[in-house]
């Protein structure tokens, strides 16, 4: 199983810029895919981005070119870079793991970590 913590959530303007951090209980190259959803009250959570062990990655239509998905074998960590960002940019962002393609979701889930952004 995997553990995932996210860190790195917090208040910013409009137009400024957070990095928010998942950290892995285990070496992220035996995880297939990791990403990021997340979800805004009373709005349905979306993908936001991905990332596979291979270093493929993607992204919502909404943040591309604003945000850059990352990894850190060495730290076990995978990161969400956000620029330019917006007050729809607000919602709680969950990190993760392990993309299981008989249920087309992901096994493992951190518990979120909250990025509000101010107008």
């Known amino acids: 199983q995997v553990q995932l913590v996210e860190s790195g959530g917090g208040l910013v303007q409009a137009g400024g810029s957070l990095r928010v951090s998942c950290a892995a209980s285990?070496?992220?190259?035996?995880?297939?895919?990791m990403g990021w959803y997340r979800q805004a009250p009373g709005k349905q959570r979306e993908l936001v981005a991905t990332?596979?062990?291979?270093?493929?990655?993607n992204y919502a239509d909404s943040v591309k070119g604003r945000f850059t998905i990352s990894r850190d074998k060495a730290k076990n960590t995978m990161y969400l870079q956000m620029n330019t960002l917006k007050p729809e940019d607000t919602a709680v962002y969950y990190c993760c793991a392990e993309f299981n393609l008989a249920s087309n979701t992901y096994n493992y889930w951190g518990q979120g970590t909250q990025v509000t952004v101010s107008s």
């Open positions: 990332i596979t062990s291979g270093g493929n990655t």
């Open positions: 285990k070496p992220i190259a035996g995880i297939n895919a």
